[in-house]
């Protein structure tokens, strides 16, 4: 997870993985809704609050809602 962030936010080029895999997994197991995502997304933004200020967290924020927003399409259409 920290190379998938690091990845997201600075292009580091260090993430290989798949995240639609792991959680079309979890959606198999506890289907995942809109307010889940809403919940994720405001406590991720919570944290970076809390912890960063700038561009890259401006950047991070924004990329994650980007993130959700396209997971919950994907998965919606399974």
């Given at each position: 997870?920290?190379d998938f962030w690091e990845n997201v936010i600075f292009y580091t ?7 639609m895999n792991v959680h079309r997994h979890l959606n198999k197991m ?49």
């Open positions: 997870m920290y080029g260090k993430y290989n993985g798949d995240p506890f289907p995942l809704k809109a307010d889940h995502f809403k919940q994720w997304t405001t406590l991720f933004n919570a944290t970076i609050d809390e912890l960063f200020s700038g561009e890259n967290a401006e950047r991070a924020k924004q990329r994650a809602l980007s993130i959700a927003t396209v997971m919950q399409m994907k998965l919606a259409e399974h």
